[in-house]
């Protein structure tokens, strides 16, 4: 049972984690703006994350796949035949559940905050080492809101840049404006997070603003000796400010201390008062949501026993969608009840322990039909 769950989370844990990496760390490492090393501790510190989501899919996978192989078997047939009952089969299944409940605890309160944290830091620490390094000679760079960019060469460190192309986009991913340089220099704008880049011997092509795809009207054209109208936002990479955290991020210390400081916050008026209860409740839920999340290791582990005896099947994919649709039943009921953290009159704090009491109430009333 623990190598299988093992194995199981491990799956899981890659299946999170893949699309953080592909979408935020795979083409800053392509681009040369990440070393090799940093890219791999930033990996690493994505994985408590994205453990803290897999563990109980991975859980209850294993349980599923271990007992409905056994019970496809007749090994729990013989076992009980043999007089051992279904608590004692079923006992090491319980006491992992609980050990990866408490450790899930210890993720989702203590270790997933302090790693996203340092993700934040590292990660933008990175990136404003050498901002410059995001534009790579002879490729079509995609990495801007709002334009694609080619560059034929740079020199001199990457400030210099030959046959530059850039082509401006409309929210519809047309091209409404083409730059066309020979040459130019590029400059980092900290306080904007852009590169700034100063054309010459610059040909802007615009295109009409409705219809940008009508070729039949003549573009306006005009040249230039020296421009610089464009700006390359990074805020895709940097534009998140640190001192913005959060509140899934916080540690169990930090957010009992937000509980205490909205629970004496003095409010003036009605509207205060409002958005006073409003932002207990978010935190609330997130408090909530943490112990639920934990506990849920538990509760699938729970009733992981009874359906993998019950459905009795060898096969890997019968097992897997199963426990798929149990766990996404499990967080489509979670977001449900967030969704109403604007009505802290519905209680939905205490709403999202529905979801783990059915599923440790149906494991109870699966036990008993099975031990009959």
């Known amino acids: 049972m623990l190598f299988t769950c093992a194995a199981a989370v491990g799956l899981f844990t890659f299946v999170v984690a893949l699309p953080n990496v592909v979408k935020d760390l795979l083409a800053p490492l392509l681009s040369g703006q990440l070393r090799a090393d940093i890219f791999v501790r930033l990996v690493l510190l994505i994985i408590p994350y994205a453990i803290s989501y897999a563990l109980p899919m991975g859980i209850l996978t294993g349980v599923l796949l271990t007992l409905g192989r056994l019970s496809a078997d007749s090994e729990v047939t013989a076992m009980r035949a043999a007089g051992i009952s279904l608590g004692r089969i079923s ?25 996203r944290m340092q993700y934040q830091r590292e990660f933008h620490s990175a990136m404003r080492a050498n901002p410059l390094n995001f534009i790579v000679p002879r490729t079509f760079i995609r990495d801007f809101k709002g334009c694609v960019i080619y560059v034929g060469e740079k020199e001199e460190g990457g400030v210099v840049l030959r046959d530059i192309w850039i082509w401006e986009l409309d ?31 610059a040909k802007t092509e615009e295109r009409d603003p409705a219809n940008p795809e009508d070729f039949s009207k003549s573009p306006k054209a005009p040249s230039v000796a ?7 936002s ?5 534009g998140q400010s640190l001192v913005r955290i959060k509140q899934e991020w916080y540690t169990f210390a930090q957010l009992r201390e937000e509980q205490r400081r909205l629970a ?12 006073n209860a409003r932002d207990r409740m ?19 582990a729970l009733i992981g026993v009874p ?3 019950k459905v009795s099947r060898r096969e890997t994919s019968a097992n897997l969608g199963l426990a798929l649709v149990l766990v996404l039943g499990y967080y489509m009921a979670t977001v449900m009840v967030k969704w109403l953290d604007r009505h802290p009159e519905y209680r939905p704090d205490m709403l999202l322990w529905l979801p783990n009491l059915f599923f440790v109430g149906l494991a109870l009333w699966l036990f008993r039909r099975i031990d009959r």
Not at 91 to 103: S, T
Not at 176 to 196: H, M, Q
Not at 234 to 238: K, M, Q, S
């Open 307 to 309: 359906l993998g005896i």
């Open 226 to 232: 020296k421009a610089e109208e464009v700006r390359l």
């Open 282 to 300: 978010k935190t609330e839920l997130v408090v909530q949501e943490k112990f639920n999340m934990s506990m849920a290791v538990f509760s699938f």
């Open 91 to 115: 006992r090491p299944v319980l006491v992992l559940g609980v050990l990866c409940a408490i450790g899930a605890f210890f993720i989702n309160f203590e270790t997933m905050p302090w790693t």
């Open 234 to 238: 990074l805020d895709r990479y940097l």
């Open 171 to 201: 929210d519809q991913r047309r091209v409404r404006r083409l730059v066309r340089a020979e040459s130019g220099r590029i400059k980092f704008d900290e306080p904007t997070n852009s590169l700034i880049p100063t054309l010459v011997l």
């Open 264 to 275: 004496t916050e003095v409010t003036t008026s009605p509207a205060a008062a409002e958005q």
